[in-house]
């Protein structure tokens, strides 16, 4: 998703909103990028090797300790999900505007994310896509979660499916709208392990990787690899230093730049579908008319009242 110098669309396109919604999302994109390379550069988690439990000849090494990322990573985050929503809930207005001929404003519609047919078939034709002409209600199913899949579908072919953009941009906002989502730290893809010096002790075999560390955000005490060792003195340990690289995830492992990136991009191509829609001779007739809304409609009594800077309230200090 590369921005151009300047915008595509004239000010008055119907999707020129959209563009500079989808524009904004890839600024905090940016921004999210520049923060995860800086909390890369940190000390993300610390490891401990020790005799594993219960065992007399096999030492392990953990997860220590987890640092969490700062909560500005979640709102980065949730400014991304937020401006890229909303391009597709402005589509889905101007398509229902063209529908209605410009003749009335409509009111309660939005982007539909239906995981099945038949909530595609009942609420999201009769509310959300409200004036929505039928060929472009087509074309939106096109790009809905349940299209070409079977609601009754079971459990195993559901989780065989490829993970569809729009189901994770719609889980997302749903839950931004209402609680921080806040990535995690690192969910390991490469382990890289330099073993030695020992200690009363003496290796018998190649360390075992433990493959559930991999691909999962890391907790404390969670093993990363053992070794079997032949026990030489009262003492036994070995040094262990762990490199790993992955990325930045949120709690379920779900990957934040390359998923969020994939939707970015997902969203530019709906929007590039349905751009030659408004660019009709009749839809052209439509693009100054007045789109109606609360800032068009109630005037602001604010009276006299006195210009300030924003001011934030620190919590009192405790006992």
């Not at 700062?70 to 909303?86: C, F």
């Not at 889905?92 to 595609?120: H, M, W, Y």
């Not at 073993?195 to 005490?221: A, S, V, Y």
């Not at 109630?298 to 620190?314: D, I, L, Y």
């Amino acid at each position: 998703m590369d921005r151009p110098d300047q915008p595509r669309l004239p000010r008055d396109h119907p999707l020129a909103g959209c563009e500079e919604k989808l524009w904004r999302a890839q600024e905090h994109f940016d921004l999210l990028q520049e923060e995860i390379a800086r909390l890369g550069k940190t000390q993300l988690a610390t490891f401990r090797t020790e005799r594993k439990p219960n065992t007399e000849h096999i030492l392990w090494t953990v997860v220590d300790t987890v640092s969490e990322p700062e909560l500005r990573l979640a709102t980065i985050l949730g400014d991304v999900i937020h401006n890229l929503r909303s391009s597709l809930d402005h589509l889905v207005f101007e398509l229902a505007f063209l529908g209605l001929r410009g003749q009335k404003i409509p009111d309660k519609t939005t982007f539909p994310g239906s995981f099945t047919k038949a909530n595609c078939c009942a609420k999201v034709q009769n509310v959300l896509l409200e004036g929505v002409l039928k060929k472009h209600r087509a074309m939106l199913y096109q790009a809905q979660p349940c299209y070409r899949k079977r609601d009754s579908a079971s459990e195993r072919t559901k989780r065989r499916r490829k993970r569809s953009p729009i189901a994770d941009l719609h889980n997302l906002w749903n839950d931004d709208k209402h609680r921080m989502i806040q990535p995690v730290v690192l969910a390991p893809n490469e382990l890289r392990p330099t073993i030695g010096p020992w200690h009363d002790c003496r290796p018998t075999g190649p360390p075992i990787i433990n493959l559930d560390f991999l691909g999962q955000p890391m907790k404390p005490e969670t093993e990363v690899l053992t070794i079997h060792v032949e026990v030489t003195g009262p003492h036994p340990r070995m040094q262990v230093q762990i490199e790993i690289g992955g990325q930045i995830s949120l709690r379920n492992g779900f990957p934040v730049l390359d998923a969020m990136m994939a939707i970015a991009n997902y969203v530019q191509a709906i929007l590039l579908r349905f751009e030659p829609i408004f660019e009709t001779k009749h839809a052209r007739k439509l693009w100054n008319l007045p789109r109606g809304g609360w800032v068009e409609r109630e005037p602001a009594r604010w009276g006299r009242v006195k210009r300030q800077g924003w001011k934030t309230t620190k919590a009192p200090p405790s006992a």
